[in-house]
């Protein structure tokens, strides 16, 4: 990602530099560029909380997020997932490609301020959102909804929260297999100067 473009590459093949220790400079081109739909260049794009699929496929797509300033109070964020399509790789064609299914805007912060950003999709159409902004966690979680040109429904709310005023900010992870979130606090006064929270949320049961 650059400039607001995504760019797709075919990975090379492995060369074993035991065998050919100086092998030759090959000059690659990308197989595909896609210009961002986010209209400023202050934009980045999300890291995962987990691990995601090594192949994306229609059943289990490969989601990825582009954060942008909205605002300067405000970011907002645009999803995406690679589309496979069916093309012969050793045409130099590409597998698959960036598809816009939504976004969700006015978010809490701004883009300067969205410290340890972090993105987990739960299912096809909900996404989680963590944020780190001054002493505080802050989550959303963005249900999509069945057409492109409707807003995101979204709900907002603070994970964790220090009380007090730190120079380090907290960071947090999150396992959506588990419900369980971790929270480094760097701002406790202990020995080791930072302590671990460990967090569980439930869902209820159905009847």
């Not at 075919?10 to 197989?31: G, K, T, W």
């Not at 794009?45 to 229609?58: E, I």
């Not at 802050?138 to 429904?153: A, E, G, H, Q």
Request: glycine letters at 4%; a negative charge.
């Amino acid at each position: 990602m650059l400039n607001n473009t995504i760019s797709l590459w075919q990975i090379p093949p492995l060369v074993n530099r035991s065998i050919n220790p100086n092998p030759p400079i090959e000059v690659r081109r990308p197989l595909s560029r896609h210009i961002l739909r986010a209209p400023t260049n202050s934009s980045t794009m999300m890291q995962p909380t987990s691990w995601p699929p090594s192949v994306s496929s229609k059943a289990h797509p490969f989601h990825f997020d582009i954060l942008w300033g909205e605002t300067s109070l405000t970011t907002a964020l645009h999803h995406y997932v690679l589309h496979p399509i069916d093309n012969d790789a050793s045409e130099g064609l590409p597998s698959c490609f960036p598809l816009f299914i939504g976004e969700t805007r006015d978010i809490y912060a701004p883009f300067e301020e969205s410290l340890y950003p972090r993105v987990e999709w739960l299912s096809p159409n909900d996404m989680l959102y963590i944020l780190t902004k001054y002493s505080d966690i802050k989550v959303m979680l963005s249900t999509l909804p069945t057409s492109t040109d409707l807003p995101s429904k979204k709900t907002l709310g603070i994970m964790w929260s220090t009380a007090q005023n730190i120079d380090v900010c907290p960071d947090a992870e999150f396992c959506p297999f588990s419900g369980r979130a971790c929270v480094m606090n760097r701002s406790a006064g202990s020995s080791v100067g930072a302590e671990i929270r460990v967090m569980d949320y439930l869902l209820p049961l159905s009847r």
